[in-house]
Nanobody, 123 residues
Framework: QVQLVESGGGLVQAGDSLRLSCAAS????????MGWFRQAPGRKRESVAA???????YYADSVKGRFTISRDNAKKMVYLQMEGLKPEDSAVYYC?????????????????WGQGTQVTVSS
């Protein structure tokens, strides 16, 4: 079983930057696909970014060019660097782990989830 704990959320202003961190514990990490998802009130959870091994990445169109996902396998950490934040980025952000076979953006491919960290961007 993999445990995931997110941190780094907070209240920022539009245009600011924020880095989310996700600490993983448990069994193997380096071969897992790690993803970030978010859910705003009244909306479905959506994929934000994902990284398979250390080289294959996925980004939602809404965050391309602004967000960067990275991982440190030795520390079992995954990060989401968020730049140029917008009010529409406000949501609870979740870290997830999976052995993705098809679609890195599909939450059904992930089987372990963190508790989430709130990001609020004021205009």
């Amino acid at each position: 079983q993999v445990q995931l704990v997110e941190s780094g959320g907070g209240l920022v202003q539009a245009g600011d930057s924020l880095r989310l961190s996700c600490a993983a514990s448990g069994r193997t990490f380096s071969s897992d696909t790690m993803g970030w998802f978010r859910q705003a009130p009244g909306r479905k959870r959506e994929s934000v970014a994902a990284v398979m091994w250390s080289t294959i990445t996925y980004y939602a169109d809404s965050v391309k060019g602004r967000f960067t996902i990275s991982r440190d396998n030795a520390k079992k950490m995954v990060y989401l660097q968020m730049e140029g934040l917008k009010p529409e980025d406000s949501a609870v952000y979740y870290c997830a782990r999976g052995q993705v076979a098809r679609d890195m953006s599909d939450e059904r491919e992930y089987d372990s989830w963190g508790q989430g960290t709130q990001v609020t961007v004021s205009s």
